[in-house]
């Protein structure tokens, strides 16, 4: 069984929906990175956390410490938003353990 | 940003080969992932400064990683073989208690044929 991971595997949305990709992992953690990564590779973090919730622009990243356990929001998606979301965490030795990632394609 | 070179490298089997990556100045973490298609980056190795904090994700004695002078750092891999083929992800992080967000370069996909 995988460390970290993420449902689903693949998405496809329509322009303008609400869209969770799910991340769930099975060892000790000090914080959860979710990343996007475009093809042609190029991986640009999105967010770092440990507890709670944040917010950027249209993107919400939710933790549950407890249930071991993140989710990831996009409200009112727009085809740009296509691209592969990794999750990964990080223990405390710096090593961090990455999901195989959600391809998510946005139709307009 | 993070740069790596060369972006893409074709070489023959039994061939070695060493990417380049160059962090964000002020960073003093930098790691190295391997990516295969459809697949999560693999942890490779990772540098606090000058040394190797962690280098367990190595595969083989054929693979080694170096920064000499906690910036620029080197990824050499001798002897390549087939299954050496993916693409090779730089990322740098400033050093705080715990974790900060990490940069990516853009990779240097290797084929070895």
């Known amino acids: 069984k995988n460390e970290v991971e993420q449902s689903p595997q693949n998405l496809t949305a329509q322009e303008g929906e609400f869209i969770t990709i799910n991340c769930s992992y099975s060892?000790?953690?000090?914080?959860l990175h979710w990343l996007q990564q475009h093809p042609g590779g190029g991986i640009v973090s999105l967010f770092m956390?440990?507890?709670g919730k944040k917010k950027h622009g249209r993107l919400i990243a939710t933790i549950n410490i407890q249930e071991k356990h993140s989710s990831l929001h996009i409200t009112a998606s727009h085809p740009r938003d296509s691209a592969v979301y990794i999750c990964a965490v990080g223990g405390s030795q710096g090593n961090l353990i990455f999901g195989k990632g959600t391809k998510l394609s946005v139709k307009p | 940003g993070v740069s790596q070179n060369p972006r893409h490298k074709i070489t023959k089997r039994g061939q070695n080969v060493t990417f380049r990556c160059d962090p964000i100045?002020?960073?003093?973490?930098l790691y190295w992932y391997r990516q295969t298609l459809g697949q999560g980056p693999e942890f490779l190795i990772y540098?606090?400064?000058?040394?190797?904090?962690?280098d367990s994700g190595l595969p083989n004695d054929r693979f080694f990683a170096v920064r000499p002078e906690g910036s620029v750092s080197t990824l050499t891999i001798q002897r390549t073989q087939q299954e050496d083929s993916a693409v090779y992800l730089c990322?740098?992080?400033?050093?705080?208690?715990?974790?900060?967000?990490?940069?990516f370069g853009n990779g240097t996909r290797l084929t070895v044929t």
């Open positions: 540098f606090q400064g000058t040394g190797a904090a962690d």
């Open positions: 060892v000790g953690i000090s914080a």
């Open positions: 100045s002020e960073h003093n973490r």
């Open positions: 956390l440990s507890s």
């Open positions: 990322a740098s992080s400033r050093q705080t208690r715990g974790f900060s967000p990490l940069h």
